[in-house]
């Protein structure tokens, strides 16, 4: 009797041990993953290794960031001494590494460090993304959009860079993530955590500040889906003889008011935890130069500039002798008596050119065209960065498909056309920069892994027999042909 119980319980334990050996079993697309993150590691440390640039001596942003950075790490001063007030939360980033290695003994460990962390955070992004493609679309479109990550040129490049570009992206990515792990779970932290990852990317680069709105679109919509989910239930379930027309109104009543109540909940949620982090530098901004600066003093030097009958190089120059606090107003002025004397139409004079400019592959762009190009290496760098404008031209085209596909993500396309549309607006009436036109890539790459990983439905979708969708694909086809037009005119 007892050797039989020993017997059972032997048993028992071996086939709870099997079960957690199962378990953790690593499935396809998790090696997979693992050597699109090892193949993503090897990329990085190779362009660091041939990356000549260093922030100590140059003249460009890169320099001024990195001369204020030391400055807050040695003394714990921020001053806005360059010729605009500037984003400061990748100073303050750069600040704190800077300062481990003045702890460390060695100053000159701040660089290292820096790209360093620039790498964890780009790989963990390769894994963010794995899982917001897989929560919106499937498990092979996750492995694509993990691959573009991973791989695409100006992604591998990007830690070596001591810029607000690296940190800026990777906040942009993650505060998507949660929007998407919240749209699944409906957890308050999660929104919560989206907005104070959405804020400090403002605090990075100030056009995530208009992000607010594709959020806002979004939580809408969420609650919105399954409000029509919830009443479109009901209906079926009472059924036309079960329930009387008023009590089928009274549902519907009680899950509108419900969805309501939600969505002003979840967006306060929101709202609540941006204003946290974009706050404080505000409060900052108003009681150092009396003014309501929620950020920088970008735009409107910018778009000062842009509206110049021809871009004047020693526009710095002219505000350099303005005291710092009035530079913003004295653009802003200026813009007024430009739009004044030629009318509104001169605001958008140049977004014909501008929008051809977008249009063009990044690689080369940013060597052949870009007259201030910041000096890669090109012998080395080449055979990546021409494999990766091959890949921009099919991700691009491909994701241009994906958008014009039924909406089965629920409410997340609002946030992908609202950062397109936007991206493309401001570059189009200021100017055109690679860099800028990251969060453009970024969702298109998405929809380009949705098609990639729908690739049997695609293939249904566009035979000829088949007349479901007929609108959709002249879409497709218009917008692919219409690229290609831009790319190659």
């Not at 570009?165 to 792990?181: G, K, Q, R, S």
């Not at 308050?188 to 709105?213: D, E, F, H, K, N």
């Not at 080395?380 to 014009?404: K, N, R």
């Amino acid at each position: 009797m007892a050797s039989s119980k020993i017997l059972a319980t032997t048993q028992a334990t071996r086939q709870r041990q099997a079960v957690a050996v199962s378990r953790f079993r690593l499935s396809p697309a998790m090696l997979a993953l693992g050597a699109l993150l090892l193949l993503g590691l090897v990329l990085r440390l190779w362009f660091i290794g041939i990356n000549p640039i260093d922030p100590r001596f140059s003249t460009a942003d890169d320099g001024d960031y990195y001369q204020r950075a030391l400055r807050f790490a040695v003394t714990g001063q921020y001053i806005d001494d360059f010729w605009l007030i500037r984003p400061p939360l990748h100073v303050f980033f750069f600040a704190a590494i800077i300062r481990v290695g003045l702890l460390l003994g060695d100053p000159l460990l701040a660089l290292p460090l820096v790209r360093g962390v620039q790498v964890a955070l780009s790989l963990l992004v390769v894994v963010l993304g794995y899982d917001m493609a897989r929560r919106l679309f499937n498990r092979r479109a996750g492995l694509v959009f993990a691959g573009v990550l991973a791989l695409w040129f100006p992604l591998v490049e990007m830690p070596a860079l001591f810029m607000s570009e690296p940190i800026f992206f990777y906040l942009l990515l993650a505060h998507m993530w949660l929007l998407v792990l919240w749209r699944d779970q409906r957890r308050w932290w999660q929104l919560a955590l989206a907005g104070l990852l959405l804020g400090m990317a403002a605090l990075t680069r100030s056009p995530a500040l208009y992000a607010v709105a594709f959020v806002l679109a979004f939580v809408s919509g969420t609650w919105w889906l399954d409000w029509r989910r919830e009443t479109g239930d009901g209906r079926r379930e009472t059924g036309d003889g079960e329930a009387s027309w008023q009590l089928a109104v009274g549902n519907w009543r009680a899950h509108a008011v419900r969805s309501t109540q939600y969505a002003v909940q979840s967006t306060l949620v929101f709202l609540v935890a941006f204003a946290l982090v974009v706050g404080p530098w505000t409060y900052r901004n108003y009681t150092l130069y009396n003014r309501l600066i929620l950020v920088d003093t970008l735009g409107p030097v910018n778009l000062w500039l842009s509206l110049l009958p021809e871009r004047i190089d020693g526009g710095r120059t002219f505000l350099m002798d303005i005291p710092q606090a009035e530079r913003s107003d004295w653009a802003s002025e200026q813009v007024r008596q430009i739009l004044a004397q030629n009318g509104p139409f001169w605001l958008v004079r140049n977004f014909w050119p501008h929008f051809q400019h977008i249009w063009k592959a990044q690689f080369v762009e940013d060597f052949f065209v870009k007259g201030s190009s910041y000096g890669r290496p090109l012998r080395e760098s080449l055979p990546l960065g021409l494999l990766s404008d091959v890949m921009w031209f099919g991700i691009v085209a491909l994701g241009l498909v994906g958008l014009t596909r039924p909406w089965r993500e629920g409410a997340f396309r609002l946030v992908a056309l609202g950062w397109i549309g936007y991206t493309v607006l401001i570059v189009g009436i200021m100017h055109v920069e690679p860099r800028y036109l990251l969060p453009i890539w970024l969702m298109l790459a998405l929809y380009a892994a949705k098609v990639i990983g729908d690739w049997r439905l695609e293939r249904k979708a566009i035979q000829i027999s088949n007349l479901r969708s007929p609108i959709s694909n002249l879409l497709a086809l218009g917008l692919v042909l219409a690229f290609c037009w831009l790319v190659f005119s």
